[in-house]
């Protein structure tokens, strides 16, 4: 069964800092892989995706990922941090057999000091 | 576009009780998607709809049913409600034919509160 590990519960870096969120997945095939972001209270907003090509994917808001194989990685980066940026980052995988199921990770709390 | 809309925003009802929340897709999508999200925890897949049919169900209790009607708008129902029920729960909406991977939308959610 698919699955997807996110290590770090919570991370602090300070505005203007670089950033890197990782992600693992367990998956038998290609997969397709999201990154989405969770202001408190409020639903999830879609970051970036990947489903095949390019493994260095563009996202809204300055993010970008990176699909490594060879690690099962899907490590979501940003070159400088801004206190907006704070909020939960999830990682999550489509499941495989059609549908478009999505099973996350258990997230990752991002606090940005000024 | 109005996006995915959910209502209402906040609920508060009794353990035992029953509770029905709304989801009216994005614009043009067919296919909605039910998600539970307790505290401090990340989203569970409850049940996704499509063409009217409950088309694939996660780990969830049949005390969990949904509906879609034909406007592709859905209904989560929730009976005889239980203190672990209290969560945000999120509706997603995907357009079917835009196969593997396509995009999920998600609304701003509904806080349930079983008291």
């Known amino acids: 069964a698919q699955s997807v590990t996110q290590p770090d519960i919570h991370i602090t870096v300070s505005e203007g800092a670089s950033l890197e969120l990782r992600c693992n997945y367990s998956?038998?095939?290609?997969?397709?892989l999201f990154w989405y972001v969770q202001s408190p209270g409020q639903g999830l907003q879609l970051l970036l995706k990947?489903?095949?090509?390019?493994?260095l994917v563009q996202g809204i808001k300055g993010f970008e990922a990176e699909f490594k194989r060879s690690q099962s990685s899907f490590n979501l980066r940003k070159p400088s941090v801004h206190w907006s940026d704070a909020a939960e980052y999830f990682c999550?995988?489509?499941?495989?057999?059609?549908?478009?199921?999505?099973?996350f990770g258990a997230g990752t709390r991002l606090a940005v000091h000024p | 576009d109005a996006g995915v809309t959910q209502s209402p925003t906040h609920l508060i009802k009794t353990r035992g009780q029953q509770v029905t929340l709304r989801c009216s897709p994005k614009?043009?999508?067919?296919?909605v998607s039910w998600y539970q999200q307790a505290l401090g925890q990340e989203p569970q897949f409850i049940f996704q709809?499509?063409?009217?049919?409950?088309?694939q169900r996660g780990n969830f209790p049949d005390r969990f049913s949904g509906h879609q009607f034909p406007n592709y708008s859905s209904e989560l129902n929730v009976n005889a409600l239980l203190l672990g029920d209290s969560a945000l729960y999120l509706c997603?909406?995907?357009?079917?034919?835009?196969?593997?991977?396509?995009?999920?939308?998600f609304g701003q959610g509904t806080r349930l509160t079983v008291v």
């Open positions: 998956y038998g095939a290609t997969p397709y």
């Open positions: 997603a909406s995907s357009l079917s034919s835009g196969g593997l991977g396509t995009e999920a939308f």
């Open positions: 709809y499509y063409e009217e049919e409950e088309r």
């Open positions: 614009s043009g999508h067919d296919t």
């Open positions: 990947y489903f095949s090509g390019d493994t």
């Open positions: 999550a995988v489509g499941e495989s057999g059609g549908y478009n199921k999505l099973i």
